[in-house]
Nanobody, 128 residues
Framework: QLQLVESGGGLVQPGGSLRLTCTAS????????VGWFRQAPGKEREGVSC????????????SYADSVKGRFTVSRDNAKNTVYLQMNSLKPEDTGVYYC?????????????????WGQGTQVTVSS
């Protein structure tokens, strides 16, 4: 079964860090762009970041929502078939369920790319 699995969530104090992992089973992740999204209770899902597929040189390889620029970093390890989201200087407003999803590209409108496979999500709670 083609799927994505997130891990690495947890409870962290404001100012702390977490690294989320998105791993693919049954397909090679390097050929896909991977987006990270989050959803807080009572709020709509929002795009956090997108990393282009490894062969896409047409534009920015990484994109971020304004709310996380300078604090979050997305990267990939093709040997491990994994994409990471390093989250630093976490704030209470970063709390939510984080999802990864695969798409053929990020593009300039990466939040609306055709994401076809989604993980089940991992909970991130930022609280003192």
């Amino acid at each position: 079964q083609l799927q994505l699995v997130e891990s690495g969530g947890g409870l962290v104090q404001p100012g702390g860090s977490l690294r989320l992992t998105c791993t693919a089973s049954e397909f090679i992740l390097r050929y896909y762009a991977v987006g990270w999204f989050r959803q807080a209770p009572g709020k709509e899902r929002e795009g956090v970041s997108c990393i282009s597929n490894s062969d896409d040189t047409s534009g920015d390889s990484e994109s971020y929502a304004d709310s996380v620029k300078g604090r979050f970093t997305v990267s990939r390890d093709n040997a491990k078939n994994t994409v990471y989201l390093q989250m630093n200087s976490l704030k209470p407003e970063d709390t939510g369920v984080y999802y990864c999803a695969s798409a053929p590209y990020c593009g300039t409108n990466w939040k609306r790319s055709p994401y076809s496979r989604w993980g089940q999500g991992t909970q991130v709670t930022v609280s003192s």
